[in-house]
């Protein structure tokens, strides 16, 4: 399994909007194994496509299944048709190492997909999953969590070297 | 190099931000730092700036007073020490919520618990809204203060929330203490 570079902030590819995928059209499952695999040797709980560079409607969450969590998602063409609740939690991105913030977000979700089977799926999310969706799908139309900050005085920070 | 703060107050109007500016922009100043805010119908901005070498002071200050008047603003202009503060200011990693009946002195007597705890108030915002449920005739609100706070691992947090819910009881509001979770890199 190859590793993919992750694409750091500011290249414009994580600006831009991604294209919706066919399921088993060639070359989607390799790509969604390579995501996986990056997503896992960088610690990461969700990675989504365009952060390897490829504008496609794809992306990988897994944050575990205790807490309500749904375990591995892979997910194609992943759309949000509801949310409610808010809530604020520090983001950080695997493209933007550099800088931390508060974000707020829904704090439930739900979304529709396809599986890399091309079956549709329904996901009722809450919570860190529900977060981390949000921001997966949110690289899928090139918005980076440093654009959803209101408040830059109080919300975004630079990263304490670790 | 002099560091100026400039604060104005005054009725929100379009057009005000571009008003205050222009004397500034017009003699060179740089702003280094700037925030403004609306709160009911008024409008506030502070704003720190460095003014170039040979600047004819006294004529910015009469342009500035001169916006003042015209803009009906208050305005307040004073040097201050240059650079930021020697701290700085730590990204909020808790979240204070208050709901209940207005009372006088829910802000103060919260901000007096924190400021003996040593906690740093971040950000303060707060919101009435009348009653859904007032038949009293009286008006009555409900008022909601969230306070973002940074605390200190100095801090004992057992401590902190039972002296939270004591302050509740006493000023027969709700108030929790929630930590701003971190996600991680995602
Ligand atoms: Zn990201």
Request: charge should be negative; include cysteine.
């Amino acid at each position: 399994m190859p590793l993919l570079k992750i694409i750091k902030y500011p290249d414009p590819v994580l600006q831009r909007v991604s294209r919706e995928v066919t399921p088993l059209a060639s070359g989607i499952s390799t790509l969604i194994e390579d995501l996986e695999a990056t997503m896992r040797l960088h610690g990461g709980v969700g990675i989504a496509a365009p952060q390897v560079g490829v504008l496609k409607r794809i992306i990988i969450v897994d944050v575990g299944s205790d807490k309500g969590g749904h375990g591995l998602l892979r997910l194609l063409n992943p759309k949000i048709i509801y949310s409610s609740g808010k809530r604020k939690g520090r983001e950080g991105c695997l493209s933007i190492p550099e800088y931390r913030a508060n974000i707020t977000r829904s704090r439930k979700v739900h979304i529709e997909a396809l599986t890399p089977a091309g079956k549709d799926i329904t996901i009722e999310a809450k919570g860190f999953e529900a977060v981390v969706l949000q921001h997966e799908i949110d690289h899928l139309e090139g918005i980076l969590f440093i654009d959803r900050v209101t408040d830059m005085k109080r919300d975004l920070f630079r990263r304490e070297p670790v | 190099m002099q560091t100026f703060s400039l604060s104005a107050i005054g009725r929100d109007q379009p057009g005000i931000v571009a008003a205050i500016t222009e004397p500034l922009f017009k003699q060179g100043c740089n702003i280094e730092d700037s925030s403004m805010t609306i709160l009911g119908a008024e409008f506030a901005v502070i704003l720190l700036m460095t003014l170039p070498q040979g600047v004819d002071f006294a004529s910015l200050v009469k342009d500035i007073n001169e916006v003042g008047k015209e803009c009906s603003l208050t305005i307040d202009m004073k040097e201050v020490a240059a650079g930021p503060r020697e701290e700085p200011t730590a990204l909020s990693n808790y979240i204070l919520t208050l709901y209940g009946e207005d009372s006088t002195g829910l802000i103060y007597k919260t901000a007096c618990l924190l400021a003996d705890e040593g906690i740093n108030i971040t950000d303060l915002e707060t919101k009435t809204a009348r009653r859904d449920d007032d038949e009293s005739g009286e008006g009555r609100q409900l008022y909601m203060m969230m306070m973002e706070l940074y605390i200190t691992e100095a801090t004992d947090l057992k401590v902190l929330t039972s002296k939270l819910e004591d302050l509740g009881k006493e000023l027969n509001v709700s108030i929790k203490l929630k930590p701003i979770e971190d996600y991680g890199e995602l």
